[in-house]
């Protein structure tokens, strides 16, 4: 049954989720499909995967928003069916709009902050550090449905952390925040995990997924592939590729080629996938080049190879 399975089944305490063999439907429509993942305490984990693989389903589900249909779920060591037990140690940021339009800043910020039982001196120097953070701090009297997209993204953030949760859960945080305050969002994020609190993260954004400890990617309700961005970039097969410079591009391809290197010729530029980096030595002894770059797969392009069903 969902989340009865006894906690000693955990080989650790040292997971903020234990997800096995998740199943949840919306009538005929199979959204987790025996899903398994296990995130560490004090990391950023990032959940990847095309619209509507179930990130979102997954993340209500540890949440406690949703009754999952088998499999067994984890929260902060509380089975899920308890979770309510460990609400005040979670914070959740959703896609959807849940601040009051009609109240200001602040007192959208002290409507949260009431929720935890946080008051007083120490109420008001947490709204002021958090709206400092997320740059807001000059509108704090303003009515949040005058925000703008961003602005409101950002004062959901600072809503979501009065509580200075040990689990946050954050589908899409980023959306419509400039890349100077998403660079800040992201300090902010590792700090916290630096400080033990473990960040479930989705986004479309992949320099956002590339900053991540680990990267999950779901497709149809399950977890296809799993590690660290460079990890991920292997398992869909892709390696760094060695641009050259050198004066006879197609002479200087045939002779690698020969020694059964993967080469090709792009705008005049000899490149090589680079396979073994043990071999490097000798591609550049072979065909000297008069200049070289190195050039890193990208995770947005292991995305697409692992959407394509390029790997496993
Ligand atoms: N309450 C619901 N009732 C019916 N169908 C639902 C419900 N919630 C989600 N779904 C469906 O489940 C599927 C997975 O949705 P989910 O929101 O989990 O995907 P996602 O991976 O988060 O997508 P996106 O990247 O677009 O946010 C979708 O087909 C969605 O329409």
Redesign the pocket.
Known sequence: MVGEESPAADPSQDYSIVARGLLKS?GR?R?LNDLSVRIPRGTTYCLL?P???????FIRAVAGLLRLDGGYLSVLGEPVHTVDRVYPRIGYMT?HKALYPDLTLRENMEFYAGLYGIEGGERDERISELLEMVDLADHIDRITGDLSGGMYQRLSLACTLIHDPDLLLLDEPTVGVDPILREAFWRFFDGLAEGGATILI?THLMDEAERCKTVGYMRGGRMLAEGSPEELKRLAGLRPILRLWVKDPRASASSLAAEGLPVEVVGGVLQVRIEDTRRLKEILERVEPSDLRLVEPSLAAAFLRLSEGGSR
């Open positions: 919306f429509l959204v995967g619209n509507g693989s179930g990130k979102t389903t896609q989705t």
